[in-house]
C-alpha cells in the first residue's frame, strides 16, 4: 500500500486527553422493523444524539460495491484525484477540511445530492472511475434519502409532529440540499500508535446524518459530561447522528452530537456519510408543537442557506449553533 498522504501536525494533543474513556459507550441500537423502534430513536436522540440502526433492509451487497468502487477511486494516482479537486466544496480533497484551515488525515469525496448544482465537480469525479461507480452512489444516496426520510418519520410519529411528515419532507422533497462523504483514513505505519487526528470534532449542521463504514475503529463521540468515548465498528450497520438543524427544530429537545475521528492504525479507514439538509429556502426554528404554551421557542428563525453559508465560514470544532441563540 503506498502511502498518500504528508503526516500533518497538530496543536491538540489527543494522545494524552485524560477525558478518552478507554471502555467503548453502549450506543443504542435500534431494529428499525421493531414496532417501538420510534420510542427508542426519540429516547436515543435526546440522551446521546447517536443510535445504531440495524435491520435498515439496505442490500448489502450495495454496500460491498459502494465500498469497493471508492477504494478503487482512492487507490488512483494523487495527480488523477486531483483532477476532482480542489473541493468547492464539493469534489475530492485531501488533507483539508473545510476552508477555514482544519487539517485531517484523511483524504475525501464530498458530493451534492442534488446533481445539477455541483455539476463541474461530481462529473469530475466520475470522470476518474468507471461508470458502475456512478451507478452505485446514485442508488446509495436513495436509499439514504429513505432510511434519514423514515427515523424523521418515526420521530414525527412519537412526538405527535403537527404539521404531518414537516421534518420527513425536508430530507424527500427534490429541492433537498443533502450530501455524500466519502471519507478515506489511509493506513499509518509511523510513528506506532500515536493517534492523529483524521476529522476533528465538530457536530453536523444539518438535520440527520447516516454513517456507515469499514470495520476499523475510529470514531468517537462526546457525551454530555465532556468526555469521548470510542464507537466500535460495525460494517453492517449504519449510525446515525443527529445535526444541528433537528436541534433547533425540535427546540433543543435532541442535541447534535459532537464526534471526531482518530486514527492510530495499520488498518485503513473508509466511512460513507449521507447528511440530509432541508432545502436551501427552509426556515428552521423551533416546531411550535414542540414550544411549551406560553413560552417562546429558544432559537430564532434563519434560512438554512444562512445558517450554512455560516458554518462554511467557522472553523470545524466551532460551536455553531450560538447563531440561532436568542
Ligand atoms: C461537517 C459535516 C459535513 O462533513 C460537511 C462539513 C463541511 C466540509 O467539509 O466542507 C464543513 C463542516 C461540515 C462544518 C463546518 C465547515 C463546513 C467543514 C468546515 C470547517 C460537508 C458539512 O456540511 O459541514
Not at 1 to 28: A, E, G, I, R, Y
Given at each position: 500500500?503506498?502511502?498518500?498522504?504528508?503526516?500533518?501536525?497538530?496543536?491538540?494533543?489527543?494522545?494524552?486527553?485524560?477525558?478518552?474513556?478507554?471502555?467503548?459507550?453502549?450506543?443504542?441500537?435500534?431494529?428499525?422493523?421493531?414496532?417501538d423502534a420510534k420510542t427508542d430513536?426519540?429516547?436515543a436522540c435526546e440522551e446521546l444524539g447517536?443510535?445504531?440502526?440495524?435491520?435498515?433492509?439496505?442490500?448489502?451487497?450495495?454496500?460491498?460495491?459502494?465500498?469497493?468502487?471508492?477504494n478503487k477511486f482512492f487507490a488512483l494516482s494523487l495527480s488523477l484525484k486531483e483532477k476532482a479537486g480542489p473541493p468547492d466544496p464539493f469534489g475530492y480533497g485531501?488533507?483539508?477540511?473545510?476552508?477555514?484551515?482544519?487539517?485531517?488525515?484523511?483524504?475525501?469525496?464530498?458530493?451534492?445530492?442534488?446533481?445539477?448544482?455541483?455539476?463541474?465537480?461530481?462529473?469530475?469525479?466520475?470522470?476518474?472511475?468507471?461508470?458502475?461507480?456512478?451507478?452505485?452512489?446514485?442508488?446509495?444516496?436513495?436509499?439514504?434519502?429513505?432510511?434519514?426520510?423514515?427515523?424523521?418519520?418515526?420521530?414525527?410519529?412519537?412526538?405527535?409532529?403537527?404539521?404531518?411528515?414537516?421534518?420527513?419532507?425536508?430530507?424527500?422533497?427534490?429541492?433537498?440540499?443533502?450530501?455524500?462523504?466519502?471519507?478515506?483514513?489511509?493506513?499509518?505505519?509511523?510513528p506506532p500508535d500515536k493517534e492523529e487526528i483524521g476529522f476533528g470534532e465538530h457536530t453536523d449542521p444539518q438535520l440527520v446524518s447516516m454513517l456507515r463504514s469499514n470495520d476499523t475503529e475510529g470514531l468517537q463521540i462526546c457525551l454530555k459530561d465532556g468526555s469521548w468515548v470510542s464507537v466500535p465498528p460495525d460494517h453492517s450497520s449504519f449510525f446515525v447522528s443527529v445535526g444541528d438543524t433537528l436541534q433547533v427544530m425540535t427546540n433543543g429537545r435532541f442535541k447534535s452530537v459532537r464526534h471526531r475521528v482518530l486514527t492510530n492504525t495499520k488498518r485503513s479507514r473508509l466511512s460513507m456519510i449521507y447528511f440530509a439538509g432541508p432545502p436551501l429556502t427552509e426556515k428552521i426554528a423551533p416546531m411550535s408543537c414542540l414550544v411549551p404554551e406560553q413560552e417562546e421557542g429558544l432559537y430564532k428563525e434563519l434560512t438554512w442557506s444562512q445558517y450554512k453559508s455560516y458554518c462554511y465560514k467557522t472553523k470545524l470544532g466551532d460551536y455553531r449553533l450560538g447563531l440561532f441563540e436568542k
Open positions: 500500500m503506498v502511502l498518500l498522504l504528508q503526516p500533518v501536525t497538530f496543536n491538540s494533543d489527543v494522545n494524552v486527553n485524560p477525558k478518552c474513556k478507554p471502555s467503548p459507550v453502549p450506543v443504542p441500537v435500534i431494529d428499525l422493523t421493531n414496532p430513536i426519540v429516547k447517536f443510535f445504531k440502526v440495524v435491520n435498515h433492509g439496505v442490500r448489502p451487497d450495495l454496500l460491498t460495491q459502494l465500498e469497493e468502487e471508492a485531501s488533507k483539508r477540511i473545510g476552508s477555514s484551515g482544519d487539517m485531517g488525515w484523511i483524504e475525501y469525496i464530498l458530493l451534492n445530492a442534488n446533481h445539477h448544482l455541483s455539476f463541474t465537480k461530481t462529473t469530475a469525479v466520475f470522470q476518474q472511475a468507471p461508470a458502475i461507480f456512478r451507478e452505485v452512489v446514485e442508488e446509495y444516496m436513495e436509499e439514504m434519502k429513505g432510511m434519514a426520510s423514515k427515523v424523521l418519520e418515526m420521530v414525527e410519529e412519537e412526538l405527535s409532529i403537527e404539521p404531518k411528515e414537516k421534518l420527513s419532507k425536508l430530507v424527500k422533497v427534490k429541492e433537498s440540499d443533502s450530501c455524500l462523504r466519502m471519507n478515506h483514513y489511509p493506513e499509518k505505519e509511523e
